[in-house]
């Protein structure tokens, strides 16, 4: 990442609190520009802010880059093949911290720009991390949900026939019913339960799936991860209409 900076040549030692490519006029010397600008007549610039890579580990950036289009069209280089071009601006970026400083940089220089919204990338990350935090709560609540049965049973209070029941279904689904759909119709498991129990079937069909498609078959069956997913659907379908009756009790109670 190059970012082209501005320095005051006639007092190299002077310092500010702002960025130097923020070259705001200072009280005590002339305006930049004065009707100048450095950059080429027909040069639009473009100003976004940055995802994070995908190959570090660090914190997303929260500054603000500006960056210039084209103004020539790109060409394959006949030799290597690389694309190459004319326009030598392109090289140019310059890091603002804010977005208002980006663009009161581009109306100085008289630029024409054009302000480019976070890329649906970065919001791809955010949504995948939420996701991720949600199966980690979820496998915490079904954790949970386990030990408690698990307490019960060893303080006599007569779950230990539940708690064997949910352990034989997370482990072996296969085995303990018929078909995908018996996980949904099971009036002992609770909503959160019957979905552990439905993805750790489809974990186990997919791994069946991955043995058959390498030349190492199991079981001597076909796959079953359409019925787990149809079985998936069909609790999902539930769980909305669930909730959906739940909402008025909800305010009812709020009110």
């Not at 009707?35 to 929260?62: E, H, L, M, N």
């Not at 303990?176 to 993805?199: C, G, N, Q």
């Not at 209409?241 to 739940?246: D, M």
Request: charge should be neutral; charged fraction near 25%.
């Amino acid at each position: 990442m190059e970012t082209v900076q501005s320095s005051d040549i006639r007092n190299p030692t002077k310092t500010s609190g702002r960025p130097d490519n923020d070259n705001r006029p200072r009280l005590d010397e002339p305006a930049l520009s004065m009707g100048r600008s450095v950059f080429p007549d027909g040069v639009t610039a473009r100003i976004y802010q940055p995802c994070r890579s995908a190959t570090t580990s660090a914190k997303p950036r929260k500054d603000w880059r500006l960056i210039f289009e084209p103004r020539t069209a790109p060409f394959i280089e006949p030799l290597m093949g690389y694309t190459g071009g004319r326009d030598t601006l392109t090289q140019v970026q310059l890091d603002f911290p804010t977005l208002e400083a980006a663009i009161r940089y581009a109306e100085r220089q008289g630029l024409n720009h054009v302000v480019q919204a976070p890329s649906s990338g970065c919001q791809a990350k955010v949504s995948n991390r939420q996701a991720s935090e949600q199966r980690h709560v979820f496998s915490d609540v079904v954790w949970q949900r386990l030990q408690l049965a698990w307490l019960q049973a060893s303080h006599n209070y007569g779950a230990g026939a539940k708690a064997a029941h949910i352990q034989t279904a997370l482990s072996e689904p296969e085995t303990f019913y018929a078909s995908p759909m018996e996980v949904v119709d099971d009036p002992v498991l609770a909503l959160d339960e019957k979905l552990a129990v439905l993805k750790n079937w489809a974990w186990n069909e997919y791994l069946i799936d991955l043995a058959t498609a390498e030349g190492m078959p199991e079981n001597a069956r076909p796959t079953r991860r359409d019925e787990v997913e149809l079985a998936l659907l069909a609790l999902e379908g539930r769980t909305q209409r669930f909730q959906t009756r739940l909402s008025p009790v909800c305010s009812r109670i709020a009110a």
